[in-house]
């Protein structure tokens, strides 16, 4: 059973920069693919930026440069590192593991950016 947990989420003004993290349980966080979604109010979820296995990453134009994606298979947690923050930026974060095919999530962190 894999079980992921969001943690870093807040308020933070236009410029500023938050660091999200996921703890995850179960066996399989090193063979996974990792990744960070978001779902601002009345709109779909969008994918914001992967890492795999073996440490390539990706991310989508609109937080290219600004977000960074890392994760330490030790502790088998996932991050997401968030600098000049914008107020479309704000949202429901999640995190997945994707495994063979399966895909599991957390329950989401909120980040707001508003001053």
């Known amino acids: 059973q894999v079980r992921l947990v969001e943690s870093g989420g807040g308020l933070v003004q236009p410029g500023g920069s938050l660091s999200l993290s996921c703890a995850a349980s179960?066996?399989?966080?090193?063979?996974?693919?990792g990744g960070w979604y978001r779902q601002a109010p009345g709109k779909q979820r969008e994918w914001v930026a992967r890492?795999?296995?073996?440490?390539?990453?990706n991310y989508a134009d609109s937080v290219k440069g600004r977000f960074a994606i890392s994760r330490d298979n030790a502790k088998t947690t996932l991050y997401l590192q968030m600098n000049s923050l914008k107020p479309e930026d704000t949202g429901l974060y999640y995190c997945?593991?994707?495994?063979?095919?399966?895909?599991?999530w957390g329950q989401g962190t909120q980040v707001t950016v508003s001053s």
């Open positions: 997945n593991l994707n495994y063979i095919g399966f895909d599991y």
């Open positions: 179960g066996t399989i966080f090193s063979l996974a693919a």
């Open positions: 890492i795999l296995s073996g440490g390539s990453t």
